[in-house]
């Protein structure tokens, strides 16, 4: 069962740096001349993404550690997904932390890496 909007919510409200854009501190989006208030703003408005991605992320392979490479990418959703709109950054790291699939955030940029094998079903021939 996917969480509520009311989950969505209390996950980007309780996750330092987490915005639309991914997650870093306020001072990196600003040096990325990102409004980092009203990005996470936004990300608020981006349940129906954030369900899309917890829908991916049901058919993941998780093994125990976490690998050194980033979150699936906005492309590779949309093509499960079938729809043609996109799909932000802030929202697939919301599902992944709601799905509490290990992750790192890494400081240089708006990407986290994530627990997920690369031999997962999801990615099927790619």
Known sequence: MNPSEQEFTAIVNSTPGLCENGIGSELFFKNTGVNFTGSKKLLLTRYREFIICCSWLERMCLPETV????????????????????????????????????????????????????????????
């Open 67 to 126: 690998v050194s490479w980033n979150s699936p990418t906005s492309r590779i959703l949309q093509d499960f997904a079938k729809q043609p709109e996109y799909v932000c950054n802030g929202a697939m790291i919301a599902a992944i932390i709601s799905r509490r699939i290990p992750y790192r955030v890494n400081p240089a940029s708006p990407n986290i890496n994530v627990a997920i094998s690369r031999n997962s079903t999801c990615f099927g021939s790619r």
